[in-house]
């Protein structure tokens, strides 16, 4: 029987020929990547570790420090750093949110598996990674082992067919699939067919980010010409890595055609993404008090350039604030060197440091009772930006961007300059 | 590794479909030391619950249970003193959460239809099934694998740590 990408690369790590469904299998994991939650609670110094140079710790969720419990933490993760060498340390200066960094600096290569405290880890699986979130105390657990176990999850594969419209983001496709399909519990995903070459990095990224909103275990894409020219741009040098391929008679729990031409955006409503969404053309016009851009999903630089695109030379509608946070420190300088960030800053937005804060409601950019936000960060559930008597709707930096300017959940078709 | 009783009988508390870890553990709390973190499991869902709750009780989920981040829930229901979770299905995150945190956690399709509130559950980990001591009604749920169950025995995957040498645990609060 044929394997699929992550049946694969779990294989592989465990040593093994092949691997079923429902089999529990040990792996030796590649990459362990820290975050600074991970020491600001529960953090005990380990005694020993496995390997110093498959670590890596980037400040991101809580940066720079908004609290003392979190400048603490910050402490900590700067002295095991030290202490166990640790050279792969992301410090505020060159932080960015988990999955940016990874992606910058080549943690996640193709066929290996990485491992890190964030839910949205399955980001990497963009670039041929079998990459998942797991708690703290697991990841502490690789830290310290350098394996740990998984059961091997029936995979749902998507089918992509047909050209990906321009007005149509990642943002777009992967809340189409959500609305579609629902929830992927106990699965993983894997994505590719004929149309998936039309689909940018940036894009794959941000539909392999969202499978923890369908609650999937593993996220992959292809090591395709795409993502191998992407990661020789991105990390020069030699690919020592091997792609993991599925097999043509790999077993799938469910196969899903999806003509990539037919969609146009989409948009979330407050709650949940699963079985949610809802063409833009389709959805309320409600008024917005809050539009957000940014996160691991959607702060890229090619995010930026969208919003930028859409609100040059415009303003922001009265009595709305419109944040925009760089998915990195890198995406920050690039983006100001290309003039995004000026534009936007000059339509009215508001550029924030790289972090996660907003997306996750933990320091700033909260919202009151009774608000409503257009995010185009990971989750749209109750409670989760602040008041959890606001209403959270999800949608592309794009549609983000054209809303800001009219103040309603707005087609970007209709703002496009 | 100790030998763990996999049997655990205890009063019942029930929750919906797809309650996410944002309504466990919301982001306000992630700033407040843990058993201040604690009182505020279900905010917006059954305010004041965390007042209610005993330790040794049981907490009967639907389905997606847990959806959502990596924030460590399950040390939360621990500090309540959650003897068990039960779902109709869990999100997969969140059941290695609850098993590294020393949390027995069991999917039991159908149990979410078979209780109700202050009813009593009886249930086997190892051998997979879960009942309604009320009703009689009687389930049969994934029993967990003996790796899992050893993490369990250990009282967590951090406890298996320090007893294999890699970290000195402080004492648990």
Same mark, same amino acid.
């Given at each position: ?53 498959? /670590? ?8 720079? $420090? ?13 002295? !095991? ?7 792969? !340390? ?21 066929? %290996?598996?990485? $491992?890190?405290? *964030? ?21 502490? $657990? ?54 998936? +070459? ?15 909103? /369908? ?7 292809? +090591?395709?010409?795409?993502?191998? =020219? ?33 969609? %146009? ?26 539009? !957000?851009?940014? =996160? ?6 090619? *995010? ?11 303003? /922001? ?13 890198? /995406? ?27 997306? !996750? ?53 209709? %703002?496009?300059? | ?26 982001? #306000? ?60 299905? #869990?999100?997969?995150? #969140? ?19 078979? #209780? ?58």
């Amino acid at each position: 029987m044929g394997m699929t990408v992550i049946e694969r690369i779990l294989a592989r790590r465990a040593g093994l020929a092949e691997v079923t469904v429902g089999q529990t299998v040990v792996c030796e994991v590649d990459m362990t990547v820290l975050i600074d939650l991970q020491f600001a609670t529960m953090w005990t110094p380990p005694l020993r570790i496995s390997d110093p140079d498959r /670590v890596a710790i980037v400040m991101d969720h809580a940066v720079p $420090a908004p609290t003392v419990g979190d400048a603490a933490g910050g402490v900590k993760a700067r002295e !095991f750093a030290r202490e166990f060498g640790v050279s792969r !340390f992301y410090d505020v200066g060159r932080h960015g949110i988990c999955h940016q960094v990874i992606a910058e600096n080549g943690l996640a290569r193709p066929g %290996e598996l990485l $491992a890190c405290t *964030d839910s949205h880890t399955c980001a990497a699986g963009a670039y041929n990674t079998a990459a998942r979130g797991l708690g703290p105390a697991e990841v502490y $657990a690789i830290l310290c082992t350098g394996t740990t176990w998984f059961q091997i999850a029936p995979t749902i594969r998507y089918e992509f067919t047909g050209t990906r419209p321009d007005t149509v983001s990642g943002k777009d496709i992967f809340l189409h699939l959500a609305g579609t399909y629902g929830d992927a519990t106990n699965h993983n995903l894997e994505y590719g067919g004929p149309g998936l +070459a039309s689909v940018p990095m940036h894009d794959r990224r941000t539909i392999a980010t969202q499978g923890a909103e /369908v609650s999937a275990d593993f996220s992959t894409f292809p +090591a395709d010409e795409v993502c191998r =020219s992407f990661i020789a741009r991105q990390t020069p040098g030699a690919a020592d890595w091997t792609a993991a391929d599925p097999d043509p008679d790999a077993a799938y729990a469910d196969v899903r055609t999806v003509d990539l031409s037919a969609l %146009e955006p989409q948009v979330a409503r407050p709650g949940s993404v699963s079985r949610n969404s809802l063409p833009v053309s389709a959805i309320e016009r409600r008024r917005v008090d809050q539009c !957000f851009i940014g =996160s691991c999903a959607n702060g890229q630089l090619e *995010d930026l350039a969208i919003a930028a695109a859409v609100v040059s030379g415009r303003r /922001v509608a009265d009595g709305v604030r419109l944040l925009v946070t760089p998915a990195s420190q890198a /995406v920050y300088r690039e983006a100001m060197r290309a003039g995004y960030l000026q534009t936007l800053a000059d339509a009215g937005a508001v550029i924030t440091n790289s972090t996660c804060g907003a997306c !996750f409601g933990y320091h700033m950019g909260l919202l009151g009772p009774g608000e409503v936000c257009l995010t185009s960060s990971t989750r749209n559930f109750t409670g989760r930006m602040g008041s959890p008597e606001a209403e959270i709707y999800m949608a592309s930096p794009a549609t983000v961007a054209a809303s800001a300017l009219t103040g309603r959940i707005t087609d970007p078709r209709s %703002e496009w300059n | 590794m100790e030998l763990m009783d996999t049997q655990i009988t205890g009063r019942v508390w029930t929750v919906g479909d797809a309650v996410s870890t944002d309504a466990m553990y919301p982001a #306000f709390a992630m700033q407040l030391p843990l058993p201040e973190a604690a009182r505020h499991v279900f905010y917006q869902l059954r305010p004041g619950w965390t007042e209610q709750v005993r330790p040794g009780d049981i907490v009967v989920a639907g389905r997606n249970f847990g959806l959502g981040s990596s924030r460590p829930v399950a040390e939360l229901f621990r500090l309540l003193g959650v003897a068990a979770l039960v779902a109709e299905e #869990f999100n997969s995150l #969140f059941l290695r959460n609850a098993i590294n945190h020393g949390l027995p956690a069991l999917t039991a399709p159908g149990a979410r239809a078979a #209780f109700t509130d202050g009813d009593t559950a009886r249930l086997d980990l190892a051998e997979g099934w879960i009942e309604n001591t009320g009703t009689g009604t009687r389930l049969s749920a994934g029993a967990l694998p003996p790796m899992v169950l050893g993490i369990l025995a250990a009282g967590g995957i951090l406890p298996k740590l320090a007893h294999e040498g890699y970290l000195r645990l402080p004492a648990r609060t």
